[in-house]
């Protein structure tokens, strides 16, 4: 399967994609527990329903959604570990569920909460299983760590055992294990949860040379916004396992966004209730407000404002997107 | 076909550095280990003493089966064990993940990776005890029957992982099974004696339906100038067919694989 989009390779397509889970509901306390012994009842959990895109050679895609909403169920499925209800799936090709060696070979999952090294021994004791796993020649190998380590700042503590490095030590290492074999296809599953600011820069700096470089297809989720703005130009937004938006990051504040952000520095001082009437005053300080209006009538309002008071400065501004985000995932309308 | 075997040496070389981190584990486990194994033969030595016979078997017959008896239980606890822990914890706990997303075979991983140290020495002791028994009892062997044996005891080996193997894919099922690795252990004693002192339905049930009292029977047999060719035949067949039923059982009870939530 080599189809195109917009003369760009497809890499992953998923059509119709479900996984439902029958998951055991337990009544509370120590009755409850009596009565699950013989009578259980159970109730099926839509995990994803129904989920379908596309995804072009080389692109980075962002997978935003709540705690629970399917976007590790999705990449799971990607990578072959569960088998779907219904739906189909094919990355670089193949149907992951297959789990044929060709294709294992060309992917890597990295799921930021679970750890892949052997963790009572170094981390270049996993990186040489990995060589033998994956058949990687000696001199890619060397060249490869030796690359990696560098970028990553990580050649001290090859030799220290994993259980002794820190959070963010160990997920570099966990980076280099994943991509000792120059995966075609990455699927990052919150790969800088718990890290802190310094570390997550590090990690999305390497992630987007690495897709420069290698022009490597990544599926990224990520519960902090940072990521998902400075890596991916196009998102796909899960909730409760439907697909509600795909399309460029940018857009969603076109789509999404209900008001704007006017920031004024008044002339003469004004009183709180004279804002007012022109939308939720957010801040008042020092001839100096912040107002959220309507974003359809932000310009008609900045020009009333204009001719109403003497204004030294205004500005109108985005809001910013994780509150765009924050105000989809709340909106029960928008499903 | 190199790969597999590279990679099986591979496994080995990274548990013998796992064992080193924590010597002073190795070297109690290999204490009691090899205390074990002793207090077995003395335990038999009570029972039956030098005189009298087991179901027409001798004290040095009895010997001579509690040897493969020991050799097979140094693969259990050195191999089967471990793997089977891990097996069954890592469907519980998710990590099975790591194991399927990688390009190996996923029978072979999950049967090969783990493998503990401090019982080597039970497989030695038992090997050392076999051939002073067969000295003692001044048996003619010849390298025929040397090589059926061995042949016979890999597929006792081989039967006993199947079995291990398809109870611990319940947990596929059940996703928690705590004590399903208690399950074979537990059959142990079954061929910790001659198969021949069962007799009727049990007899049959242990020698045909579930023949777990072939294991160390057949290849004591072989040595003893015993052999049933018939039922080596049999125990070959079955066991060959059960394991690949075995795989057939886990390719169909990982689609019930659910791994765990982040």
Not at chain 2, 121 to 137: E, H
Request: net charge positive.
């Amino acid at each position: 399967m080599n189809s195109t989009k917009n003369n760009k390779k497809i890499t992953i397509k998923v059509s119709n994609l479900k996984k439902y889970f029958k998951v055991y509901k337990k009544e509370p306390g120590l009755l409850g527990s009596i009565k699950s012994l013989w009578k259980r009842s159970y109730e099926t959990v839509k995990a994803v329903d129904d989920v379908s895109f596309e995804i072009t050679e080389g692109e980075i895609v962002g997978f935003i959604g709540q705690n629970g909403a399917g976007k590790t169920t999705t990449l799971k499925m990607l990578s072959g570990l569960l088998y779907p209800t219904e739906g189909e799936t094919s990355v670089l090709g193949f149907n992951p569920w297959d789990r044929k060696t060709e294709f294992q070979k060309q992917f890597a999952l990295v799921m930021g909460q679970k750890n892949q090294l052997w963790w009572d021994l170094p981390a270049i004791e996993s990186f040489h299983l990995n060589k033998a796993i994956y058949e990687i020649p000696d001199k890619v190998f060397d060249e490869t760590l030796s690359k990696l380590s560098k970028i990553l700042d990580v050649e001290d503590i090859l030799r220290i055992q994993v259980r002794k490095l820190s959070l963010g030590q160990r997920m570099k290492c966990e980076i280099i294990a994943a991509l000792l074999h120059n995966p075609k296809v990455l699927f990052l599953d919150e790969p800088t949860i718990g890290l802190d600011v310094v570390m997550q820069k590090t990690l999305r700096d390497f992630i987007k040379t690495y897709n420069k470089e290698f022009g490597a297809t990544i599926i990224l989720t990520s519960h902090y916004m940072g990521d998902v703005k400075e890596l991916c130009e196009r998102v796909i937004m899960i909730d409760k396992g439907h697909k509600i938006y795909d399309g460029n990051l940018a857009d969603i504040i076109n789509k999404y966004a209900r008001n704007k952000i006017l920031s004024l520095t008044l002339e003469n001082s004004v009183l709180r209730k004279d804002l007012e009437q022109f939308g939720k005053v957010k801040s008042f300080k020092n001839n100096q407000a912040t107002l959220i209006v309507p974003r359809k009538e932000a310009t008609k309002i900045a020009s009333k404002i204009l001719n109403q008071f003497k204004v030294n400065d205004l500005n109108i501004e985005e809001v910013p997107i994780e509150v765009v985000i924050r105000e989809i995932f709340g909106d029960k309308k928008i499903h | 076909m190199k790969k597999y075997w590279k990679l099986f040496w591979t496994f080995r070389r990274i548990q013998l550095m796992k064992m080193m981190e924590y010597r002073g584990d190795f070297f109690f486990w290999l204490i009691v280990s090899t205390m074990w194994t002793a207090f077995n033969y003395f335990f038999y030595y009570l029972i039956i003493g030098n005189s009298k016979t087991i179901a027409g078997w001798t004290y040095d017959e009895v010997v001579i089966l509690l040897s493969f008896f020991t050799m097979l239980d140094a693969f259990t606890w050195s191999v089967f064990f471990p793997n089977m822990v891990n097996y069954t914890e890592s469907i519980y706990q998710g990590t099975l993940s790591n194991l399927l997303l990688l390009p190996v075979n996923s029978v072979f991983i999950i049967l090969t990776k783990e493998a503990t140290y401090h019982n080597v020495p039970r497989f030695f002791i038992g090997l050392t005890i076999l051939i002073s028994t067969a000295v003692k009892m001044q048996i003619q062997i010849s390298i025929y029957q040397i090589l059926l044996a061995s042949f016979v005891f890999i597929i006792s080996i081989i039967f006993i992982y199947s079995g291990w193997f398809i109870l611990a894919t319940l947990s596929f099922w059940a996703e928690k099974l705590t004590n399903i690795n208690e399950v074979m252990p537990g059959f142990r004693s079954i061929y910790q004696m001659p198969a021949r002192i069962y007799t009727g339905l049990t007899g049959f049930i242990i020698t045909f339906i579930v023949p777990l009292g072939l294991v160390t029977t057949l290849p004591s047999e072989i040595i003893l100038n015993r052999n049933n060719t018939s039922d080596i035949i049999y125990f070959f067949i079955f066991t060959m067919i059960f394991a690949y039923l075995t795989i057939q059982f886990f390719n169909y009870s990982i689609k019930k694989y659910s791994s765990v939530g982040n």
